[in-house]
């Protein structure tokens, strides 16, 4: 059996959960879900229809600290015996799962891109140059933390009928807990999480400058869409380092990317590629962005972005 730690923060469901529902499925073993947090039964009844829902509800779980969640979960993976138990690689599950498989003395493989039977499991090395195919070693249950977009939410097959809703009994050791929990990082002032957004527009060095990159927020706007970039923007300036998409900044999977004089380099795709439609924008009609593009449009992006802009805007 497979074990999915789905994600959710005030009573709504991180998509990424679900894009980990997609990959379990890949294997042919029977999947529950756990959820952790404080009033999560609209959240497990949401995911009831995936599979049978483990909900596990406390007060000390209200606001994420990593010593609650490695408390509670352990118990509830004690008593679930899992073969495989599987999260989505957020900032949240790369805090507090290492702690986790490391209590429980369990291999744990991270930041996975491809399922296979075995199970053996496909993930990034060397900034994507190369991929691993990885088989965890020990006893069960392993580990198993799968990367943003590298699986399609829409992909996750549903139930017939809704499963069943089953509350856990787990005991909090309070004096144990060593954080007082702040706002992640994410929510600090300008900062985004891209991997939510459901339309982003990213910008290249085909931008030629940082007073050209307002062509790109009108086009952002007028796709009502998140504003993002490949890494030379943003080590230049022109865009903070949290608008960075990329093996060095966050990993998206919208419903639309618009890829506006962005090249391709591989770094840049292994944050994008889980995008369900990609467009692109490219003078060279050789650049490597056209190679994963659902639409690929060679021209002047300083011709083309207005003639969009205008056409959304009729």
Same mark, same amino acid.
């Given at each position: 059996?497979?074990?999915?730690?789905?994600?959710?923060?005030?009573?709504?469901?991180?998509?990424?959960?679900?894009?980990? %529902?997609? =990959?379990?499925?890949?294997?042919?073993?029977?999947?529950?879900? &756990?959820? *952790?947090?404080? /009033?999560? @039964?609209? #959240?497990?009844?949401?995911?009831?229809?995936?599979?049978?829902?483990?909900?596990?509800?406390?007060?000390?779980?209200?606001?994420?600290?990593?010593?609650?969640?490695?408390?509670?979960?352990?118990?509830?993976?004690?008593?679930?015996?899992?073969?495989?138990?599987?999260?989505?690689?957020?900032?949240?599950?790369?805090?507090?799962?290492?702690?986790?498989?490391?209590?429980?003395?369990?291999?744990?493989?991270?930041?996975?891109?491809?399922?296979?039977?075995?199970?053996?499991?496909?993930?990034?090395?060397?900034?994507?140059?190369?991929?691993?195919?990885?088989?965890?070693?020990?006893?069960?249950?392993?580990?198993?933390?799968?990367? %943003?977009? =590298?699986?399609?939410?829409?992909?996750?097959?549903?139930?017939? &009928?809704? *499963?069943?809703? /089953?509350? @856990?009994? #787990?005991?909090?050791?309070?004096?144990?807990?060593?954080?007082?929990?702040?706002?992640?990082?994410?929510?600090?002032?300008?900062?985004?999480?891209?991997?939510?957004?459901?339309?982003?527009?990213?910008?290249?060095?085909?931008?030629?400058?940082?007073?050209?990159?307002?062509?790109?927020?009108?086009?952002?706007?007028?796709?009502?869409?998140?504003?993002?970039?490949?890494?030379?923007?943003?080590?230049?300036?022109?865009?903070?380092?949290?608008?960075?998409?990329?093996?060095?900044?966050?990993?998206?999977?919208?419903?639309?990317?618009?890829?506006?004089?962005?090249?391709?380099?591989?770094?840049?795709?292994?944050?994008?590629?889980?995008?369900?439609?990609?467009?692109?924008?490219?003078?060279?009609?050789?650049?490597?962005?056209?190679?994963?593009?659902?639409?690929?449009?060679?021209?002047?992006?300083?011709?083309?972005?207005?003639?969009?802009?205008?056409?959304?805007?009729?």
């Amino acid at each position: 059996m497979i074990l999915v730690i789905a994600e959710q923060k005030d009573g709504k469901l991180n998509r990424a959960s679900v894009e980990t %529902i997609a =990959a379990a499925q890949q294997l042919s073993m029977p999947i529950k879900i &756990a959820v *952790a947090g404080q /009033t999560v @039964a609209a #959240v497990a009844t949401e995911l009831a229809q995936y599979g049978e829902v483990i909900a596990v509800d406390h007060a000390a779980l209200a606001h994420y600290t990593p010593d609650a969640f490695v408390q509670a979960l352990q118990q509830v993976i004690t008593q679930a015996a899992p073969a495989l138990v599987m999260l989505p690689h957020t900032y949240q599950t790369r805090d507090f799962s290492p702690t986790l498989a490391t209590r429980l003395d369990r291999a744990l493989v991270t930041d996975v891109i491809g399922v296979k039977e075995g199970p053996t499991f496909s993930r990034p090395m060397f900034q994507g140059k190369l991929t691993a195919d990885v088989q965890p070693q020990g006893a069960a249950p392993h580990f198993v933390t799968i990367q %943003i977009g =590298a699986f399609r939410a829409d992909a996750a097959k549903k139930a017939a &009928a809704a *499963a069943s809703v /089953t509350n @856990a009994s #787990v005991t909090i050791d309070e004096s144990k807990l060593r954080q007082q929990p702040e706002a992640p990082f994410q929510e600090a002032k300008q900062a985004v999480d891209l991997s939510q957004a459901e339309r982003i527009v990213s910008v290249g060095r085909g931008i030629k400058s940082q007073e050209n990159i307002a062509v790109a927020e009108q086009l952002a706007r007028a796709f009502n869409a998140e504003l993002a970039a490949s890494r030379p923007i943003c080590d230049n300036g022109w865009l903070p380092m949290e608008r960075q998409i990329g093996s060095s900044g966050q990993t998206v999977a919208p419903k639309l990317y618009v890829a506006l004089g962005i090249s391709g380099a591989i770094q840049h795709l292994v944050g994008m590629k889980g995008a369900r439609t990609i467009v692109a924008i490219n003078k060279d009609a050789d650049a490597p962005i056209f190679e994963v593009a659902d639409y690929g449009i060679q021209g002047d992006l300083f011709e083309l972005a207005p003639a969009i802009i205008a056409e959304l805007q009729k």
